[in-house]
């Protein structure tokens, strides 16, 4: 390897250590607003999601810039193919948030007070503990007090309910015959 070109990769590596350490630091900003308190077992999940992502980024990330570089692109060039990828993985994490916003306003609606839980009360608890906060049958069960099976049963009847409504009037907390 020439000296000029063992210089480019050195400098490379140097700015996309830093670049990565900058972000990883920025990325553990928690999310303060909404049901997105940061300590939840979902917000941690996907934090842990996006960290892993990162990591398993990285290697290809250094390698896309160093074969720019050794092909003559400038690192600003090689820079540059390396945030496209990440900004297509940015939309990807937006698109997880919003359909996490959609699934809680059916279950507790915009006032965190109607929607599903206003119908049929725990089982829409049950739903998120589930669903969304990734948690086994065993686990929902035991927190909210009753077997598994009973769970399960109501939460089967829930989305029944859900799904007869419709998506509009399960936000609003209203039956179909309202």
Do not use: K
């Amino acid at each position: 390897m020439s000296v000029g070109l063992a210089h480019a990769v050195a400098t490379l590596l140097a700015a996309a250590s830093a670049a990565g350490v900058a972000w990883v630091l920025a990325s553990g900003v928690r999310i303060r607003t909404g049901w997105q308190n940061g300590t939840s077992p979902l917000a941690r999940w996907l934090d842990a999601r996006r960290r892993a992502a990162f990591n398993a980024q990285l290697p290809e990330a250094l390698a896309t810039m160093s074969n720019a570089l050794r092909a003559g692109f400038s690192i600003s060039q090689a820079f540059d193919s390396v945030v496209d990828q990440g900004e297509r993985l940015r939309a990807r994490q937006d698109e997880d948030y919003r359909l996490i916003d959609a699934a809680c306003r059916v279950l507790y609606g915009a006032d965190n007070r109607s929607g599903l839980y206003a119908l049929v009360g725990w089982p829409a608890d049950a739903i998120y503990h589930h669903y969304l906060a990734l948690r086994t049958w065993e686990e929902t069960a035991a927190l909210l007090g009753y077997s598994v099976r009973h769970v399960q049963t109501c939460v089967r009847a829930a989305l029944d309910l859900a799904d007869a409504n419709g998506q509009m009037w399960t936000e609003l907390g209203r039956g179909m015959a309202e």
